[in-house]
């Protein structure tokens, strides 16, 4: 893998983890509801989440998920009806989706934060589709494939926990006091409506790429 091409696989890679998504939400919504700090473990999880699709890609075995209908729409339709369950919790709940709770500092379980990250991200077909489309695009057959696997993962990683850890400190800046209260309800209501609008996007996505 030449230096070209790596510098266009992260840049790549850059632009499609720092793009507001279902898992950017969900970070932000922790880290102004427990502090960035604990949404550390909420950043974990979809990294993990990244980790996983990126062995599954691989590895080859995405192939054969895609290639299994049922498999595929289990996965579509656990990230649908998960969206849409967030979505609406934020939309109705008086809390909020970004805003914050000073008692959840202490009761704020990193499991469960980890756990919410992990199935949001894992349960976004999309990521498992540009893993797919992407790693064959940059694998130079002529020169020793596992390393080239080695340095795109290890930089995947990276990507992921940097940028999703940015937006858990914008979410804790949001709801820090900084921020006027109707800006955020504001917020709150955009966020839940995006990841309604991401639920039924994610519906319509199919196998085929």
């Not at 998504?21 to 550390?40: E, L, M």
């Not at 699709?53 to 990230?79: D, R």
């Not at 369950?85 to 914050?100: D, P």
């Not at 949001?174 to 609008?197: C, D, H, M, R, Y």
Request: hydrophobic share 55%; aromatic share 10%; proline share 2%.
């Amino acid at each position: 893998m030449d230096l070209h091409a790596y510098i266009i696989f992260l840049t790549t890679t850059i632009i499609v983890c720092m793009s507001p998504g279902p898992a950017v939400i969900t970070i932000a919504s922790q880290g102004a509801r427990h502090g960035a700090k604990k949404a550390f473990c909420g950043v974990t999880g979809v990294a993990s989440a990244n980790v996983v699709y990126f062995l599954l890609s691989a590895t080859g075995i995405a192939s054969l998920i895609i290639a299994s209908n049922l498999l595929f729409s289990i996965i579509k339709w656990i990230g649908v009806l998960y969206l849409v369950y967030l979505g609406l919790n934020a939309l109705f709940s008086k809390s909020g989706g970004l805003s914050i709770n000073k008692k959840a500092h202490a009761s704020a379980n990193g499991v469960a934060l980890f756990s919410q990250g992990f199935i949001v991200e894992l349960a976004n077909p999309k990521a498992l589709l540009y893993f797919l489309a992407l790693l064959p695009q940059f694998i130079d057959i002529e020169k020793p494939i596992i390393g080239q696997l080695l340095i795109m993962g290890a930089s995947c990683l990276l990507v992921d926990l940097m940028s999703y850890t940015m937006y858990a400190y914008i979410g804790q800046k949001l709801s820090s006091g900084s921020v006027k209260s109707s800006i955020v309800n504001v917020i709150n209501k955009s966020a839940g409506g995006f990841l309604l609008f991401a639920g039924i996007k994610m519906a319509s996505v199919s196998a085929n790429i």
